[in-house]
């Protein structure tokens, strides 16, 4: 792919940029690993000043910079402007809380005699560059929840982002140097993924994050662990959306279209697969199904549109693979399914129903606004469609009985479980999944720490 603005509105290419050289990446990674040896001995206090100072640079940043987003990956603005807001409120968290999560723990008293020791303590330390290989759905946040608790830890940045993003990510290379931070803190790297291997081979790079397909993330993951390297993952999902008897119909169907469709349904933690108890499934299969049809596509910087198009148009051709094969294969098409002429990479908001296991799109994450409506018999029917997927990264559930909800947080296979509400991610809480969706934790205190040695430091008595 080439390192361009396409318009998915248009398809029509806006700018493009020339990778950098080998001589360029050298000056970079040398650039990392000096503002490396600084950047780890800066105060808390300052790294917090700065963190908040690239805060503000973005709340006033954010129409701009949204309108951006949204030229190079199509999501709709108004989302665009409220990712820039989340991300300015994700960096102030971690601006306020990186000095108590990182403080140092003393060890019990006791322990530390019975190890014929005055004192032992545990402190965490930054572990140097890392590279970050960051997606296009998100193409702030995805990037600022790695960036925000990275800096303020006292390790350094280079990110490889999407192809299809280059303003977005040459943007936040400047936003964090406009911030105050040294040269070198925070850097983009405009690459292909072929250069990828041999920047993670480079003995300057200490870890590096993922946030994208399967395939990229067992390259990334190869590569790493060839190099004993930390790596983090976070890949797809295809997350389930339990609806039982006990639930709020009205509101767990209006609630499943917000998390079907946000981001254009390009969301990892999207809500996909629609698992419905049968005693309520006509009911919200109705209702879910009329809100998706009044939807309204179109241009993303148009206000008043709910769903923009897709980000590239492979990502679409994808799609409607996947949807065609389920038609073809006897799924029920409640509305959308067709692939509307014109310009653009549009895909109408789309219901199937009467899925099988034959199916590509029940094992394959649909990467657009289609979901799949299942019929459960009862709560053990319910669990295993749920589980009955390679991925593992959230999960949502509606229920008001006590007993179901401690039977899907102990059988669910996910990272998270999300009660009569949809999945979404936030600073304070980590962020993750199982299977194929990859491990490690971003956000919270489990995301900071990852990056981090893990020291004891041991006094003899």
């Known amino acids: 792919m080439p390192i361009a603005t396409v318009n998915p509105a248009t398809g029509e290419t806006l700018k493009t940029y020339d990778a950098l050289g080998e001589e360029e990446i050298e000056h970079r990674l040398a650039t ?49 402007r409220a990712e820039a807001a989340k991300c300015a409120k994700a960096m102030r968290w971690y601006a306020d809380h990186a000095e108590e999560l990182l403080a140092d723990e003393e060890g019990a008293k006791n322990d530390a005699e019975d190890s014929g020791a005055s004192r032992v303590l545990v402190r965490y330390r930054p572990l140097g560059p890392v590279l970050a290989v960051m997606p296009w759905n998100f193409p702030l946040w995805q990037v600022v929840r790695f960036a925000a608790p990275a800096l303020m830890a006292g390790n350094v940045g280079l990110l490889k982002h999407a192809s299809n993003v280059p303003q977005t990510a040459l943007y936040l290379e400047d936003l964090f140097r406009r911030a105050g931070f040294a040269e070198g803190c925070f850097q983009t790297l405009l690459v292909g993924s072929g250069a990828i291997e041999d920047i993670l081979r480079d003995p300057r790079i200490k870890a590096a994050t993922l946030t994208g397909s399967e395939p990229a993330g067992r390259a990334v993951a190869s590569v790493a662990g060839d190099e004993v390297k930390k790596t983090v993952l976070e890949l797809g999902g295809s997350d389930p959306y339990v609806v039982m008897p006990s639930a709020d119909i009205d509101k767990a169907a209006k609630t499943a279209v917000t998390a079907r469709v946000q981001n254009n349904g390009q969301s990892c933690i999207a809500a996909k697969r629609f698992i419905v108890h049968t005693d309520v499934f006509d009911a919200f299969a109705e209702r879910f199904t009329e809100a998706m049809k009044a939807l309204t596509v179109g241009d993303p910087l148009d206000e008043d549109s709910d769903v923009g198009p897709i980000a590239t148009e492979q990502g679409r051709d994808d799609l409607t693979e996947l949807v065609d094969d389920a038609v073809e294969s006897g799924a029920t098409v409640l509305c959308g399914g067709e692939r509307p002429d014109g310009d653009g990479w549009y895909y109408p908001p789309t219901v199937l129903a009467d899925i099988t296991p034959e199916m590509r799109i029940h094992h394959e994450e649909a990467f657009g606004p289609v979901a799949t409506l299942y019929r459960a018999a009862d709560l053990d029917e319910a669990v295993a469609i749920a589980n009955d997927t390679p991925f593992g990264l959230s999960s949502n559930v509606w229920t008001r009985d006590e007993a179901e909800t401690d039977r899907f947080v102990r059988d669910l296979e996910a990272g998270g479980v999300f009660f009569n509400g949809m999945t979404a991610s936030h600073p304070a809480f980590p962020f993750g999944g199982v299977k194929r969706s990859g491990y490690g934790r971003e956000l919270s205190g489990h995301g900071i720490r990852e990056f981090c040695n893990i020291t004891t430091v041991w006094h003899g008595a």
């Open 32 to 80: 990392a690993e000096a503002a490396f040896k600084t950047h780890r001995t800066t105060s808390f206090e300052e790294r917090s000043r700065l963190m908040h100072r690239a805060a503000d640079l973005l709340e006033a940043d954010a129409p701009d910079i949204g309108r951006t987003m949204t030229t190079e990956m199509g999501k709709p603005v108004k989302q665009a």
